[in-house]
């Protein structure tokens, strides 16, 4: 999808209601949101807002279709991508990959990071897929439990800024 298509800005509270419809499973959630209780709502969603950093939100044709924000920065060192997630409508349209790039932006312009970071859990198909293609490369493997209780593997990757 060419970015020309697309526009993003700060995600706002009237804009939670339509983010939380994203995730459609309890699966899904924990992928984006693993601390969150299935299903999510908004505030769930507000209060993991208030304490994150540039929640952004990807509009095409007007309606919300993406969302990330980041959960920890370290200025001038890296920052680290959370809350990634995309509308059902939206998905297979290469926006989960024009908002990493925009927020590999924001970590360098906005925080001098030199650094993004982005976990992954082993379930999640398609983020294993996408963040090798954007130039992520694996660093470590932490056990993690899922919202069953049962014991994951996180994939945690990092990409330099420059």
């Known amino acids: 999808m060419p970015a020309s298509d697309l ?20 699966e ?6 693993p601390r969150a209780r299935w299903p999510l709502d908004v505030s769930q969603l507000a209060s993991a807002m208030a304490e994150r950093q540039d929640s952004t939100l990807i509009l095409l044709d007007r309606r919300p279709a993406a969302f990330a924000n980041f959960y920890q920065c370290q200025p001038g ?3 680290a991508l959370g809350n990634l997630m ?4 939206a998905r297979q349209r290469g926006i989960a990959a024009h908002l990493v790039g925009l927020m590999e ?8 990071a030199r650094e993004l970071r982005v976990s992954c859990f082993n379930g999640n198909s398609a983020g294993l897929l996408l963040y090798p293609r954007l130039g992520y490369q694996p660093y470590a493997l ?7 209780g049962r014991r994951v593997a996180l994939i945690q990757f990092s990409k330099a800024l420059s």
């Not at 899904?28 to 949101?33: A, I, P, Q, V």
């Not at 932006?105 to 001098?112: F, G, I, S, V």
């Open 77 to 79: 060192e890296y920052c």
């Open 28 to 33: 899904e959630l924990f992928y984006c949101f």
């Open 7 to 26: 526009q993003h800005r700060p995600a706002e509270a009237a804009d939670l209601p339509a983010i939380v419809q994203f995730p459609q499973s309890a």
């Open 86 to 89: 995309v509308a059902p409508w």
């Open 105 to 112: 932006q924001r970590a360098r312009e906005q925080h001098q």
């Open 142 to 148: 932490v056990e993690r439990q899922d919202w069953l």
